[in-house]
């Protein structure tokens, strides 16, 4: 996508894109492993040295209710009382996202219910899945075992079916249904009561399948957009997990990510998916706030060969891609005539691994559930990519 970078009115790189006193990294999700909790804090700690400010360190969630300054949870808040425990107000005050009820952080709030007699969670909305209908795959989900098998059996007329627990992370609690005794028994397996805690969702498989991430990130009067991809890694028991993400970063929300995405059909589509997406949740879910916001999008084939795409869920909290959404962030700090960076983060499962000259560091050694592990996110250009206008 051929262009020079454009010259925008944003703040000399001296001065800091907002101002807060101090920045405090959250740590508000049960079972974190080392890797993750050493990986955030870092990033935590970078953007308190892009804001100009100190970095106050980690501060438990359940402890006592103190002021943080601004803070970096590493999960989604999940209602309006407990980010006023912390002063938490609006998306000035965190990087992550703050929603009205648990559920809502979760992907169930992705598709409708079985029907309306189905078992729902306080706060359920039904507008929300009819609102990003078109944005979606077609699937349901479920808060019992009565409701999944009934969704369930519904899909799979035409074709198989993909069971995703919600409090699944990273492809676990994942599993394909080709017929309903499988169905049956895989639903048997994850039990009434993991159901009933956090619900499920069952949704049509897809096969040869590309997944994009789009996302929308501010602090204080910086803000960007992006899309990428995700990439595989073998672990130590050589099973494909999470190796990292290359972003396309572009200055401003997702008007400027459209016409950066314009001459890309697939991409276009996935943007405008997320947006689809990111509107209705702000509209729907009251009181909601999110300053960092990731959607992911996969575009593959159904049981009858046609091309299919949908937004499979979201996050509004620090994530995998975050050390590239940092780093791509102080760029363009840095430099105000940038329009588009491009960046990256990567996690090897192996020791001694070799990390690239300029690259940040974020974790290196043994963790005790994935063994060794290194973690760096880098910048690679500041390329002339964006779309001319």
């Known amino acids: 996508m051929p262009g020079r970078p454009r010259m925008h009115a944003e703040p000399s790189p001296r001065d800091p894109p907002t101002a807060p006193r101090w920045v405090s990294y959250l740590a508000c999700r049960a079972g974190a492993r080392e890797h993750e909790l050493a990986t955030q804090r870092a990033i935590a700690e970078r953007l308190a040295a892009l804001m100009g400010c100190r970095f106050a360190g980690q501060l438990d969630a359940s402890a006592p209710a103190t002021a943080v300054g601004y803070a970096v949870p590493n999960d989604t808040l999940p209602s309006l009382a407990c980010a006023r425990r912390f002063g938490i107000r609006s998306?000035?005050?965190?990087?992550?996202?703050?929603?009205?009820?648990?559920?809502?952080?979760?992907?169930?709030?992705?598709?409708?219910?079985?029907?309306?007699?189905?078992?729902?969670?306080?706060?359920?909305?039904?507008?929300?899945?009819?609102?990003?209908?078109?944005?979606?795959l077609p699937g349901h989900s479920a808060f019992s075992v009565h409701d999944a098998r009934a969704a369930g059996h519904r899909l799979l007329r035409d074709g198989p079916v993909r069971i995703k627990l919600a409090s699944g992370a990273g492809g676990s609690g994942q599993s394909v249904a080709q017929d309903p005794a499988q169905l049956d028994a895989q639903l048997a397996a994850l039990g009434a009561h993991e159901i009933s805690r956090s619900g499920l969702v069952v949704e049509r498989d897809l096969t040869d399948v590309r997944t994009y991430s789009v996302g929308l990130l501010r602090v204080g009067t910086l803000v960007a957009s992006y899309f990428g991809t995700q990439r595989t890694t073998p672990n130590r028991h050589g099973?494909?997990?999470?190796?990292?993400?290359?972003?396309?970063?572009?200055?401003?929300?997702?008007?400027?990510?459209?016409?950066?995405?314009?001459?890309?059909?697939?991409?276009?589509?996935?943007?405008?998916?997320?947006?689809?997406?990111?509107?209705a949740a702000l509209v729907c879910f009251t009181g909601m706030f999110a300053s960092r916001a990731n959607y992911d999008i996969a575009q593959g084939r159904d049981?009858?060969?046609?091309?299919?795409?949908?937004?499979?869920?979201?996050?509004?909290?620090?994530?995998?891609?975050?050390?590239?959404?940092?780093?791509?962030?102080?760029?363009?700090?840095?430099?105000?005539?940038?329009?588009?960076?491009?960046?990256?983060t990567v996690e090897i499962h192996a020791p001694n691994v070799a990390v690239p000259d300029g690259a940040t560091l974020y974790f290196s050694g043994i963790d005790d559930h994935v063994g060794p592990i290194t973690k760096y996110a880098q910048i690679h250009c500041h390329a002339d990519t964006r779309a001319e206008d």
Not at 112 to 127: F, T, Y
Not at 307 to 334: K, P, T
């Open 239 to 279: 099973q494909p997990v999470y190796g990292g993400s290359s972003l396309t970063v572009a200055r401003g929300g997702f008007d400027a990510l459209e016409r950066l995405t314009r001459a890309d059909a697939d991409v276009s589509r996935a943007v405008a998916l997320a947006r689809t997406y990111h509107s």
């Open 91 to 136: 998306e000035d005050d965190l990087f992550g996202g703050v929603v009205p009820y648990p559920f809502v952080a979760t992907k169930t709030i992705t598709h409708p219910l079985v029907g309306r007699a189905a078992a729902a969670p306080a706060g359920w909305c039904a507008d929300f899945p009819e609102r990003v209908r078109d944005a979606v």
């Open 303 to 344: 049981a009858a060969g046609r091309v299919v795409a949908g937004v499979l869920e979201q996050s509004w909290r620090i994530g995998g891609a975050s050390g590239a959404e940092v780093a791509a962030l102080q760029a363009l700090h840095d430099d105000p005539s940038l329009d588009v960076v491009q960046a990256s």
